[in-house]
């Protein structure tokens, strides 16, 4: 299975590791006590596996590289843990094409994911772009698109200009 691959290059803000995200991290601790879960060697092990990715990353890489650090950490731990990050924003989950649930670290904004089919690259669908998709599925069935929830797989422009995979 191919690893996922996140286009360091593409228009996507790809954040930066420094001040910025050592202080969205700091009180990691009191939010998810805030969120009934106990701050603990397995979580930690987790926050510090997160700060180490920009962009995206899969439920299975991280618990892959958590359980490298520290045998102890279930799965279960890890799903749990990650939802309550999310509750207060600083993990979103979206899914690949195989619908496997990937997890944008300290996401800026609410947005949706292109995956090139051949050569594995992604793209961030930002929400200006992605208004064209959402308004006119609202205009047109009244349904009221969740943005995060929109993947779309595809061809990018260098693969799909060169004749070859
Ligand atoms: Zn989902
Ligand atoms: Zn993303
Ligand atoms: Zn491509």
Redesign the pocket.
């Given at each position: 299975m191919p690893q996922s691959a996140t286009n360091q290059g593409g228009p996507a803000p790809a954040g930066t590791v420094g001040a910025a995200t050592a202080v969205a991290w700091d009180g990691v601790a009191d939010l998810l006590r805030a969120g009934g879960l106990r701050w603990t060697p397995q979580r930690r092990t987790l926050v510090d596996v997160l700060k180490e990715h920009e962009?995206?990353v899969t439920a299975t890489e991280l618990i892959a590289r958590c359980r490298e650090l520290d045998r102890t950490t279930t799965p279960s731990t890890v799903y749990r843990t990650l939802d309550v990050l999310e509750e207060f924003g600083l993990v979103a989950h979206?899914h690949g094409p195989d619908g496997r649930e990937e997890y944008?670290v300290l996401?800026e904004q609410v947005?949706g994911?292109l995956y090139c089919s051949g050569c594995g690259a992604t793209w961030?669908i930002r929400p200006e772009t992605g208004a064209a998709i959402v308004d006119a599925l609202a205009a047109d069935l009244g349904f009221s698109v969740d943005l995060s929830h929109v993947t779309i797989s595809g061809r990018c422009r260098g693969c799909h200009d060169s004749p070859t995979d």
């Open positions: 962009g995206h979206g944008h996401p947005h994911h961030e």
